[in-house]
């Protein structure tokens, strides 16, 4: 691919609403495509839900939180248990980032639709004075 089809970071970030750590979060458990060039991150220009996710192994459970857990089926005698408590901590860790990425977008939209709320409240609020003088001066009441 060419590189105008690729955004700087800070660029992706402003352009689809996602902020800088979460896009180096998905970066770095390889949730997202992404090039490294001079040092810099670029990404597609597309939206993150177009991105390859981390997808899990057929050899895989979904626990509460709906995060995908890799359960080893079977240890080969040359697999040392350490090696496979290793693997699912791993998956644990993808799984955690994940869902903290998740809620970090949640939390972005949430606050977003706060500001809205509050420019609405103080919107009504200037019109209900405009409108009813009287009611909305304390010294009358």
Not at 72 to 93: F, Q, R, V, Y
């Amino acid at each position: 691919m060419s590189f105008g089809q690729w955004l700087a970071l800070t660029d992706y970030s402003n352009k689809y609403k996602v902020s800088v750590s979460t896009l180096r979060r998905r970066i770095k458990t390889e949730d997202i495509n992404f090039q490294l060039k001079d040092g810099k991150y670029f990404l597609i220009d597309e939206p993150m839900s177009t991105h390859q996710k981390h997808r899990p192994s057929q050899d895989s459970e979904v626990d509460m939180m709906g995060a995908h857990l890799a359960i080893p089926t079977k240890l080969g005698k040359d697999e040392p248990i350490l090696t496979a408590a290793n693997k699912l901590l791993n998956e644990l860790k993808k799984a955690y980032s994940q869902i903290l990425c998740e809620k970090e977008e949640q939390i972005m939209q949430l606050k977003e639709e706060i500001a809205d709320l509050k420019t609405l409240v103080k919107v009504l609020e200037s019109e209900n004075k405009r409108i009813h003088p009287r009611r909305s001066d304390p010294k009358n009441s």
